[in-house]
């Protein structure tokens, strides 16, 4: 209350609380992985102050920026897709922030002169999410283990992957920078070998495929010396029902398709492909060439997406829900109107009861049944029934 000298009665004098910071999602082309949720996977932003005397308010708390890769996907413990930041700049709000509880002098009516209760600061939004990042790679080298795809990576970039002649030597993707020239770089990505199978999730198929999903232009390796004896052609059938299955657009992205090991060659390469040999050299420079203007025709024809962002508006109104023999008053506001910093002064009785009745609370709880005793909640709070309370 003001309390001041000539003044003595001067009225409710409390000022609003600040509305909680926000939570905030950002890609940006500077951030190179989510390594830091490792070991410290919260984010929690500041809390607004409390309003104080000659009706001043509190300071809002300060959000938090989350700086994220590029290609990250947020996904809730569901699954559902919640945003697809893609390129730098792309935001998303991650939790929003609670909103401020009204000081008294916001309770001053000329029926109520006086009001010795306020309201309490709402609560933000607390949330578990799955962050997973797909390459953003201008190529990906696509082919079964040990297709030479490390070996060739390691030769027309400064990449130096795992090489060793057994299946599954490369267990995570691998990305070099291919400079064509002074102006013209590319960046390849080297995705662990496709079995048959891979869209059904064998051999971490679903793992390695979604890194796929993001390159401009495929690079399908088929082996002329493979390990199982496949043939080329076989190979190439195979990875191109793998793509199909896991993303039938795939097949629509330009790709070329390049038939490896040719200086140890058991088998003819099929028509059409770029015949290579990454140890010896043969065939790299003119791959790299064929490779640079696919993505420059890519580059130019693209057009930059908005982020991916779900919009999932709030409820509105107010609903009814039963647990047990409790019925659940649901709905911002009705819940905002008993948060109160005292519900037990003739004046805050009154002032729930004048809300809640304007809100339509009484009828939609004899719509859901209730009868005299029972137990209604809404928030925290929890009241006997009477009929004709809230009328």
Do not use: C
């Given at each position: 209350m003001r309390r001041?000298?000539?003044?003595?009665?001067?009225?409710?004098?409390?000022?609003?609380?600040?509305?909680?910071?926000?939570?905030?999602?950002?890609a940006d082309h500077n951030a190179a992985s989510l390594l830091s949720f490792r070991d410290h996977p919260h984010r929690r932003a500041d809390d607004g102050t409390h309003g104080s005397g000659k009706r001043k308010h509190g300071?809002?708390?300060?959000?938090?920026?989350?700086?994220?890769?590029?290609?990250?996907?947020?996904?809730?413990f569901d699954g559902e897709l919640l945003a697809d930041l893609q390129s730098s700049g792309d935001k998303w709000l991650a939790a929003r922030g609670g909103r401020g509880g009204k000081g008294n002098a916001r309770f001053?009516?000329?029926r109520r002169r006086a009001p010795d209760f306020a309201e309490q600061g709402e609560e933000g939004e607390e949330n578990w999410m799955r962050l997973e990042l797909k390459l953003l790679a201008d190529v990906a080298l696509v082919g079964f283990p040990n297709a030479g795809k490390s070996t060739l990576i390691?030769?027309?970039?400064?990449?130096?992957?795992?090489?060793?002649?057994?299946?599954?030597?490369?267990?995570?993707?691998?990305?070099?920078?291919?400079r064509v020239d002074d102006s013209t770089e590319l960046v390849v990505a080297d995705i662990p070998g496709l079995i048959e199978g891979a869209n059904e999730g064998k051999g971490l198929g679903h793992q390695f495929l979604r890194h796929i999903e993001r390159a401009s232009v495929l690079c399908l390796l088929v082996d002329l010396l493979p390990i199982d004896g496949r043939p080329p052609e076989e190979q190439l059938e195979v990875l191109l029902a793998e793509l199909r299955a896991y993303q039938p657009e795939l097949l629509d992205r330009p790709r070329v398709i390049v038939a490896s090991k040719s200086d140890v060659a058991q088998f003819d390469a099929p028509e059409g492909t770029h015949i290579i040999s990454s140890v010896v050299g043969t065939g790299l420079d003119t791959l790299v060439g064929k490779l640079a203007v696919l993505v420059?025709?890519?580059?130019?024809?693209?057009?930059k997406r908005a982020p991916t962002i779900i919009h999932r508006p709030e409820p509105v109104g107010i609903w009814i829900e039963r647990e047990n023999n409790t019925l659940i008053v649901c709905?911002?506001?009705?819940?905002?109107?008993?948060?109160?910093s005292d519900v037990t002064t003739p004046d805050a009785?009154?002032?729930?009861?004048?809300?809640?009745?304007?809100l339509g609370v009484e009828k939609a709880l004899r719509k859901a049944g209730a009868h005299q005793g029972d137990i209604v909640r809404i928030g925290d709070t929890e009241f006997e029934y009477e009929e004709d309370l809230l009328s």
């Open positions: 001041e000298s000539h003044t003595p009665l001067g009225g409710p004098d409390g000022g609003d609380g600040g509305k909680g910071g926000d939570v905030w999602m950002i300071h809002t708390g300060e959000d938090v920026i989350v700086m994220v890769p590029e290609g990250t996907t947020v996904r809730n001053l009516s000329n390691s030769r027309i970039s400064a990449a130096k992957p795992k090489i060793a002649n057994y299946p599954f030597t490369t267990l995570e993707p691998n990305l070099g920078v291919v420059s025709q890519a580059r130019e024809a693209e057009v709905g911002r506001s009705a819940e905002r109107v008993v948060a109160l009785v009154e002032y729930i009861r004048q809300r809640l009745g304007s």
